[in-house]
C-alpha cells in the first residue's frame, strides 16, 4: 500500500489515471498526445504506476496498451474505508468510484499467481482445474479457430462464433464468450429480463497474457468488445475479480475459495 500511496501522491500521475479512466488501453503515443508531458516524463510516471498496480498492460500486436487496474484502490478500500462514518468517508469514496470505473468496452485485470506458466495454463484450459474454481468445463482441442463447448450448472452452450482466437501455449488465450441461451440462465438464475438484455449484446471476448516473473506468473485478463451500459459487462466486471482470486488460491494451496 506503500507504493499505492507514493504514486497517488504526484498530481501528474494522477492526471495519467484520470486520462485511463477516461479511455482506457492507450498507447504511449496516444498518452503523451492527449498530456503536457515529455515522453520520457510520462514512461517514468507509467513505471511507478505499473509497479504499485494501478496500471497494467497488455500487447495488440507491436503495441503496448496501458489499463487502469482498480485492485489496489479497492485493498485500501477494504482495509480503512469500514472503519468511518459515511460523511467522514465520502472524499475517499469518490476516489474509488473514480478509480473503478472502467470505459464501455473494456475490463482490465491484472494478479501475481505463485506457479509456473505450464501449470497456470493448465488450470486456465483443463476441466479437472476450471470446474474447481469456476464451475465450467471447456470442450475444445485449444487450437485457433476451434469451437468451444462451455459445460455450466449442467448446461451446455455451443455457437459457430464461440470459438478459440488466440492460443500461444503458456504465454496468450483468447476467445469469444459464451452464448446467453434460455438453457444456461436456468441454470444459473438468470430472469428472463436480464437473459433478453444480455442476448441483446454482441459477443465480447476475453483474453489472458501469462508472463512469468521470477517464481511467479503474471497473470492479465483483459475482457473487452462490450456494447454502452453493457449488462455482460456489469456481471462479468464483479464476477472476474472472485473467479481470478479463486484460480490464484487454488494454484497457491491446492484448493479454491469456498
Given at each position: 500500500m506503500d507504493e499505492v500511496f507514493k504514486a497517488l501522491a504526484d498530481p501528474s500521475r494522477r492526471q495519467l489515471l484520470d486520462v485511463l479512466n477516461e479511455r482506457n488501453g492507450q498507447t504511449l503515443r496516444e498518452l503523451c498526445g492527449g498530456l503536457d508531458m515529455a515522453r520520457q516524463s510520462v514512461s517514468k510516471h507509467l513505471a511507478v504506476?505499473?509497479?504499485?498496480?494501478?496500471?497494467?498492460?497488455?500487447?495488440?500486436?507491436?503495441?503496448?496498451?496501458?489499463?487502469?487496474?482498480?485492485?489496489?484502490?479497492?485493498?485500501?478500500?477494504?482495509?480503512?474505508?469500514?472503519?468511518?462514518?459515511?460523511?467522514?468517508?465520502?472524499?475517499?469514496?469518490?476516489?474509488?468510484?473514480?478509480?473503478?470505473?472502467?470505459?464501455?468496452?473494456e475490463f482490465a485485470y491484472t494478479t501475481y499467481i505463485s506457479t509456473t506458466p505450464e501449470k497456470l495454463w493448465q488450470a486456465l484450459t483443463e476441466p479437472a482445474f476450471t470446474r474447481q474454481y469456476w464451475g465450467v468445463a471447456f470442450e475444445t482441442d485449444w487450437t485457433k479457430g476451434s469451437p468451444m463447448t462451455w459445460s455450466e450448472s449442467g448446461a451446455k452452450t455451443s455457437h459457430p462464433d464461440q470459438v478459440v482466437l488466440e492460443s500461444d501455449p503458456?504465454?496468450?488465450?483468447?476467445?469469444?464468450?459464451?452464448?446467453?441461451?434460455?438453457?444456461?440462465?436456468?441454470?444459473?438464475?438468470?430472469?428472463?429480463?436480464?437473459?433478453?438484455?444480455l442476448q441483446a449484446e454482441g459477443r465480447s471476448k476475453v483474453t489472458f497474457t501469462l508472463e512469468p516473473q521470477g517464481e511467479t506468473v503474471k497473470l492479465t485478463v483483459l475482457h473487452d468488445g462490450f456494447e454502452p451500459d453493457s449488462t455482460v459487462k456489469a456481471m462479468c466486471s464483479q464476477g472476474w475479480p472472485a473467479l481470478l482470486s479463486s484460480l490464484k488460491t487454488l494454484l497457491e494451496t491446492g484448493s479454491p475459495l469456498p
Open positions: 504506476l505499473e509497479a504499485a498496480g494501478l496500471v497494467t498492460t497488455t500487447w495488440r500486436g507491436r503495441e503496448k496498451l496501458h489499463h487502469l487496474d482498480a485492485a489496489p484502490i479497492n485493498a485500501i478500500a477494504e482495509r480503512w474505508m469500514t472503519r468511518y462514518d459515511r460523511r467522514r468517508a465520502g472524499a475517499l469514496a469518490d476516489l474509488k468510484r473514480a478509480l473503478e470505473s472502467e470505459p464501455v468496452n503458456y504465454r496468450r488465450l483468447s476467445y469469444t464468450w459464451h452464448t446467453f441461451t434460455q438453457e444456461w440462465a436456468n441454470g444459473n438464475g438468470i430472469d428472463a429480463e436480464t437473459l433478453a438484455k
